[in-house]
């Protein structure tokens, strides 16, 4: 496990079900925005420090949009529902609105 400012388990952990994903845990009120810590989930499942990756996540997914998605909403209720999955080199990505981040290698 990395240490970082988001909550990343691999999926080998109690409580887990797969041993090919890793898991993260956003926190909309911590320090790690919602890309740092898809970043460290990549991190994790390449079992790669976060600063070697080869990963550009900008070239499959807008990380500005990616930050605001479920960011809460200007009237206050956080956004609760909903998923987003893409696909970044040998990786398949699930961003989930109640903070979850899947990362399961591909192949």
Do not use: C
Not at 14 to 23: C, R
Not at 57 to 82: E, H, K, M, S, W
Request: glycine fraction near 4%; hydrophobic fraction near 35%.
């Amino acid at each position: 496990m990395h240490d970082t400012e988001s909550s990343v388990a691999t999926a080998t952990e109690p409580g887990n079900h797969s041993p090919n994903v890793s898991q993260a845990f956003y926190d909309p009120d911590g320090d790690a925005t919602l890309v740092q810590t898809v970043l460290d989930a990549l991190a994790d499942a390449s079992e790669r420090p976060s600063d070697e990756l080869t990963v550009r996540l900008y070239d499959v997914v807008d990380p500005d949009a990616l930050n605001d998605l479920f960011r809460p909403t200007r009237n206050g209720p956080p956004r609760d529902i909903g998923r987003v999955s893409f696909s970044v080199e040998e990786f398949a990505v699930d961003v989930h609105a109640d903070g979850r981040v899947f990362v399961r290698r591909t192949n």
